[in-house]
């Protein structure tokens, strides 16, 4: 199984998974055209996708959904609210590329396993992914206000997570953003913050080679260098220390992520 | 059809509506400009109007970077290179040394000696710069430098030195940041105009006074387990009407206003 962050951030979110079989997308939020740009840079078409996972309807997620399913014929797997929040949204995509992917199920396809889980975010009924292959896996968990035990227990021991690591809760503090704004990204369904996704993280790798990408930073109120010193320094007061078997990766908001197998 | 007649009406009536549209566009553009300037005319009527005033403005950076830098410890090689001074550290962080031969403080014409005192007696002394001094308690204040700019009210960036009645420096307290980095992306500053005109819509400064300076240094946004990170920051000195001075700090990024409050006040100390 191999994946790269092909984009994060409030710009617009996409993250390529593929087996030797298959080729998915999760998530197309970003201009069909931005896609194929950033397809075209890890050496893939977007032509051989063979589905898009949506998590929720927010645009920063399906931007980008109707216009490449339509142009490739892409089956697009999402949940019967999150299709019903986004009638109207990515225009009308025929019937049979339509399909439900139910909340916490698991879809095979071929030797790929995905199985699907609640997080809590402002949307109708927002999910994240794990994907499974020859008892290796990858967990996907971004926009959510917090990480439960619950979604603990299903991401737990990952080879590799894509960890939403929002935002610093003092720039956000101090940022220009109306209160309402503040108020909702600090709340349980808005987004986690750095330190608050460390402690998350601590809880969930396991002892053995981990790579993790901090994802969906916020463009005014987080930076790559304090998104990492933040995660990997409560890391260590939870007694892991990064670089020995726990890796950290930036993602960016235009540039995908190097493909890497898990 | 006359087809060249009709290219040729064509033509000019495009040339005619491009005419149109640009002095459109043109009168716009004048218009929104205006509108600037009015704004900016009419706060500076209003400080005219309460008799405020400034000097002419610094030259400013247009862009700088987060920094961020980890709490020293002083080890005991570094501050053995220093004679005739007792240490004490709490924390392995915070330094009490104490004299053991005095220094004094100021020379026979009154002037302070604090900056030589610093080279010769104070481990990394040459990486502060005087806050202020306070001649009636018989210390002086210094904050630690980033580059050539001062992280503000920040503890852990302070040195304070003590003297006595004689005017011989007899010990001091400091604390020290290490491992300066600068974050890669860099962010806008604010102008000292935009930080006056800030601060003076939001009422902070008073009728007949005098803005004195505006200068940039650091203070403190983040603090992590084991690092700090310090966003660019305006400090604007104003002269009140009484002759009184005062300060305001503004995130030089994001335009908020910052009211320093020390670990000494929140602990209620004097």
């Known amino acids: 199984m191999r994946f790269s962050v092909l984009a994060s951030g409030s710009s617009g979110n996409a993250i390529f998974v593929e087996n030797d079989e298959h080729q998915f997308l999760v998530d197309a939020g970003l201009s069909g055209k931005k896609l ?73 396809f071929g030797g790929l396993d995905v199985e699907s889980f609640a997080v809590s ?52 503090q101090m940022c220009r953003y109306p209160w309402s704004v503040k108020r909702r990204i600090l709340s349980d369904v808005g987004h986690v913050s750095n330190e608050d996704a460390a402690v998350a993280m601590s809880e969930v790798v396991d002892e053995k080679e981990t790579r993790i990408y901090l994802s969906h930073l916020s463009k005014d109120n987080n930076m790559k260098d304090l998104a990492r010193m933040s995660v990997s320094q409560t890391l260590e007061t939870c007694g892991i220390k990064t670089g020995e078997y726990v890796h950290l990766f930036d993602t960016d908001p235009e540039e995908p992520t190097k493909l890497v197998t898990v | 059809m006359d087809w060249n007649k009709t290219k040729t009406i064509f033509i000019v009536v495009f040339a005619i509506l491009n005419v149109f549209l640009y002095s459109l566009y043109l009168s716009q553009h004048t218009e929104a400009r205006n509108v600037q300037t009015l704004n900016e005319t009419s706060i500076d009527e209003s400080l005219e109007q309460d008799n405020i005033t400034y000097e002419e403005l610094p030259d ?14 002083f080890p005991k090689s570094e501050l053995d290179k220093y004679e005739d001074q007792h240490f004490v550290t709490t924390d392995d962080t915070i330094l009490h040394a104490t004299l053991e031969v005095p220094f004094n403080v100021q020379n026979a014409k009154g002037d302070y000696l604090l ?59 400091q604390q020290h940041f290490s491992e300066f980095e600068h974050f890669n992306k860099k962010k806008d500053i604010l102008s000292p105009r935009d930080v006056i005109n800030t601060l003076y819509s939001r009422d902070y400064l008073k009728r007949d006074s005098k803005v004195t300076s505006v200068s940039l240094g650091y203070s403190t946004l983040i603090t992590l387990t084991k690092t700090q990170v310090f966003a660019p920051t305006w400090r604007v000195r104003v002269e009140l009407e009484d002759g009184e001075f005062e300060d305001h700090f503004m995130n030089a990024v994001e335009g908020k206003i910052i009211e320093f409050k020390s670990e000494r006040d929140e602990n209620g100390e004097e």
């Open chain 1, 36 to 108: 194929e740009g950033l397809f075209a840079n890890i050496n893939r078409s977007m032509e051989d996708l063979d589905g898009i996972f949506v998590t929720h309807e927010h645009s920063d997620h399906i931007k980008g959904l109707g216009v490449v399913a339509r142009r490739y014929g892409i089956p697009i797997y999402a949940n019967a609210k999150t299709w019903q929040a986004m009638d109207g949204l990515i225009g009308t995509v025929p019937s049979d590329q339509c399909f439900d992917f139910d909340m916490e199920t698991v879809q095979s």
């Open chain 1, 121 to 172: 975010h402002d949307a109708v009924d927002p999910m994240f992914y794990t994907f499974h292959q020859n008892g290796r896996k990858l967990a996907i968990i971004t926009d959510t206000g917090y990480v439960s035990d619950r979604m603990k227990g299903i991401i737990r021991g990952a080879d590799a997570f894509v960890f939403e690591s929002n935002h610093d809760v003092g720039m956000l």
């Open chain 2, 60 to 73: 400013y950076p247009k862009e700088m970077s987060y920094v961020s830098a980890d709490i020293s410890t």
């Open chain 2, 115 to 173: 900056n030589d005192f610093l080279k010769e007696y104070v481990p990394y002394g040459e990486e502060y710069l005087l806050w202020e001094i306070i001649e009636e308690n018989q210390f002086a204040v210094f904050f630690q430098k980033v580059e050539e700019y001062p992280i503000y009210f920040n503890d852990n960036a302070m040195l304070i030195v003590y003297w006595d009645e004689k005017g011989n420096i007899t010990s001091y307290d």
